[in-house]
């Protein structure tokens, strides 16, 4: 079993209010990102953290004091999470800052599958209410039930 770590995105987790339900379905089904483990076991899950926020002057050592937390339960890989891979600018550079600074744990881009359509519908929501009026995860998980239920 392949010892994992997952950074999901401060604003998604903090300002939306995100459970990474989605990336914790994936690891449990074995889907998405987490389909690379199936011939190891599967992924055991030791830690999810979030990044510092959009960043400042001190964001990169932020990260690494976080992404530290997991390094000492000896993650074999940290995965960054598709909320991070969906809406930060900065995802190439805190993953290539993560590589040079722990360079025996595998970084990977990405958690899980989004069904056809729906990590777009998700991307433009997430970005529509960071920068408007907080509308937390919940509002998004009602609207998506109601439209499966009425399909």
Not at 2 to 23: A, E, P, R, V, Y
Not at 80 to 92: D, E, H, I, Q, T
Not at 129 to 136: F, G, H, I, K, Q
Request: glycine share 12%; charged share 20%; aromatic share 6%.
């Amino acid at each position: 079993m392949k010892k994992i770590g997952i950074l999901t995105c401060s604003n998604t987790t903090q300002d939306l209010g995100c459970s990474s339900f989605k990336c914790l379905e994936d690891i449990y089904a074995g889907g998405g990102e987490f389909k690379r483990y199936e011939a190891e076991g599967g992924a055991q899950l030791a830690g999810i953290i979030n990044c510092a926020g959009c960043p400042t002057a001190v964001a990169p050592e932020k990260l690494l004091t976080r992404v530290r937390s997991l390094a000492v339960l000896g993650v074999e890989a940290i995965h960054l999470s598709a909320c991070v891979m969906g809406l930060c600018p900065f995802k190439k550079k805190y993953a290539g800052l993560l590589e040079k600074e722990f360079p025996g744990i595998e970084i990977v881009l990405g958690t899980h599958d989004a069904p056809e359509g729906e990590g777009e519908f998700f991307m433009d929501w997430a970005r529509q209410n960071l920068s408007t009026r907080p509308n937390p995860m919940a509002d998004l998980a009602s609207q998506v039930a109601a439209g499966r239920q009425s399909a």
